[in-house]
């Protein structure tokens, strides 16, 4: 992409409005701009990050033999009824009346919604278990939206269901979604510890927050120290085996938020016991029958009974890990995207646009570049080189590419990583050789 | 993906609520389901399909040089009001209260939000023209929602923005529309008419609809009959050349919708005349400053002069198309979908789904077709074969590969070609290799 003919408008200044570092990058880098109160829209730079996340947790979601589908975001009230859950909202859920004087509204999560299909589809436990995610837009009318995208209104998240023909099936279920998780964060470079999380009236162990840690945090966090030094690299899953181990080895040790602390088993642990803020950026819940029930979702087992399928949910906040990976990625200068979601690879630095040994020796390499399938954005702004080094850390890109006229002259240019600071003046073909191997 | 894992809740009988047949169609082959009136969640079937012709678009849109981004689906109704539309809008929009009784919609499309958008961001002439689009639901609040996904309430819809200096480098950026388009509707098989369409109080000649002809078409339209004879194929373009000609050899003929018919005119063309009904699928409309003025979007000239900002609007009707596909490529077996868009290219019948030997060489096949990189949807469920056979042509992948136990015995498989029916005898490997070819 050239920057000149790009939609890339950086901001010099901080913005007033922004209280968190992420939300100040977003803003500068031209990620994103405010709607309104808690509504964004998506600049072009800012939305390929956002698919990029997203398709790295649908790559995770397929592998584990989840299945995309796409609810709608206006749902009716009175599927909301049935489960009771209509009444029960609080003001959060943003409640609409349709033409026809029917009352709406726009969904929070879709429990209600993926339950009413499953019932109406699956008969049979042959079509059992049944794992379903959607990646849409969602509504919580906060009444306090602040951190940008962070606790935004209109937010994007993924939402995943599982059916089981009973608790203990729905355990393998629930499993793998913990380990594609484990998965997830590993790609997005984040280093995220699983919390046990409430499980409201049902009780038992299989609720879990996944938190990033970040002094930005909105709330605080106990967790064993040993945490912070977990291997969390990507590791490669065989989903159909047993994959308690490897739940059992993120859960014994004791890390937990806020409502869950148990202040005298923390009084134990001495100095092995690590507080911090943190960020929730996935949340897995198994939950039973709790809407199963009153929604009548049952299937007929081998023996011809008939049972209600148990479920669980889980949640990971695609909008929000944005910001997420902003809050654990980035220095004085700006952002710094792990390569696995950078929206370019490379940032090509024309020092001298508008010279024509330059513009010629840039549109090369861009294209080179380009042919060897590698994402770059050139700047080609008519501007000082100042405002360009500035603009190119502000982004953070993972390679910043630099040509002047004095390197051409002898076929050399700069190869600066944006995340180690590391300059190596070199040729061009080596450069290209670099970028193109790495 | 083997169906017994999948989510394909088939149908055998014709819904009764269905009156056209992309909207039976899409519900029998478990496409969609409907949440509420006019509102349907995908499932995974059906997603794929709405996927695919999404990328089709974004593929399209990107090579002419247009932005991806995201604007949001609740709007502020204040920013309506600026250009006056928050009153002259009719009850299709859906107007919400939030908690703190801001006004605020669903947005229906999004002319106010790009301009505040652009307007904000952009002051000099160097960084235009722009030309940005974004792919979002958005909702109309029909009276009388009806024909599936194809007049639906929440309905997916691309529409693009164009932002120049006057009104002449506008036919230059809606050219580029008009051609992309025409590439889009090609790769999804359609043959779409472009037609004159209303500009509006404006006036000029830079409104067309894109039509595809179907008996369950909404409107009559009338053309000449040169038309149906026209070149759809893909071309090769090149969006900085002068697009002039190609605009004009699809538009110098005469085309109409309902509203734009010209009977004098037509009771010359005699024989030439074809009327039928349409389906609009695209519209493109260039309309000035009509929101730039009130709204305030400028920029400086090179000279320091201040002009405001000459814009058009184009859409792209993506969850429409899937229907629209639907009604131009089907027969009585069920639906036949084009190669560019099937959400499987290969269907593999496993006639006796139990059986060792059929088992084991399809999922050889199966396997083998997988590394070749082919989408390949196994039927593994232990039901009847004519179950299997009527699935298959009802869902409508392009080839079926049909492995039964007469025929492994002696390494033979039969090869169906949906779109056709011819059906072939041969060799797996043979079968492998010409579906890895074609």
Redesign the interface.
Known sequence: MRL????L?TLKENPAEAQVTSHRLMLRA?MV?Q??AG??????F??KV?MNIQRIVEEEQDAM?C??????????ADLWRESGRYDAYG??M?R?R??HD?D?L?GPTNEE?IT??FR???KSY??VP?L?YHIQ?K?R?E?RPRFGVMRG??FLMKDAYSFDMDDESGRISYNKFFVSYLRIYARLGLKVIPMAADTGPIGGDMSHEFLILAKTGESEIACHKDFLEMDWAEREIDFDSDLQPIVDQFTTKYAATDEKRDLEHESTLGDDLVTARGIEVGHIFHFGTKYSDPLGARVTTADGDEVTVSMGSYGVGVSRLVGAVIEASHDDDGIIWPESIAPFKVGLINLKSGDEACDSACLGMYNDLRKAGIDVLMDDREIRAGGKFADMDLIGLPWQLIAGPRGLKDGMVELKNRATGEREDMSIDSAIAKLTAS
Do not use: N
Not at 67 to 76: D, F, R, S, V
């Open positions: 000149s003919r790009y939609f408008p031209g701009r709607s309104s509504i964004y829209s998506w600049l072009p800012g939305y956002l033999g299945h995309q589908m796409l609810m709608p975001t206006i749902q009716a003001p959060e943003l609409i349709d033409r029917r709406m726009y919604q009413e299909i109406d589809a699956v042959r079509d049944s379903l837009w509504f009318d009444v209104r209109e």
